[in-house]
């Protein structure tokens, strides 16, 4: 059974940091891409960042310059790096997995559970 597992949501104040962690668990064969996708109450939930395997990065014009993307292949982790948060930036921020399992053996997309991102002083 995969499960992706976010952590390291919370309240910050406008101008401050918070950085997200998704660990992808359970009998996985390889994950491919990875990303981060946000959504505010009343508002569809909307992609965020994305990171291939090979690293490749892409970013919603909303946060580029104050939000990185990035992952560790060997712990199947994706990380979010938030800076400069502004009360726009709040909302429950879920990842997303493309990978393949070994009970499976064939791409699939999982998403985690969410966590919590406020942004308000």
């Known amino acids: 059974q995969v499960q992706l597992v976010e952590s390291g949501g919370g309240l910050v104040q406008p101008g401050g940091s918070l950085r997200l962690s998704c660990a992808a668990s359970?009998?996985?064969?390889?994950?491919?891409?990875m990303a981060w996708y946000r959504q505010a109450p009343g508002k569809q939930r909307e992609l965020v960042a994305t990171i291939t395997n090979t690293r490749n990065t892409n970013y919603a014009d909303s946060v580029k310059g104050r939000f990185t993307i990035s992952r560790d292949n060997a712990r199947n982790t994706v990380y979010l790096q938030m800076n400069s948060l502004k009360p726009e930036d709040t909302a429950v921020y879920y990842c997303?997995?493309?990978?393949?399992?070994?009970?499976?053996?064939?791409?699939?997309?999982?998403w985690g559970q969410g966590t919590q991102v406020t942004v308000s002083s």
């Open positions: 359970g009998s996985i064969f390889s994950i491919n891409s």
């Open positions: 997303n997995a493309d990978l393949i399992s070994r009970a499976i053996m064939l791409p699939r997309n999982y």
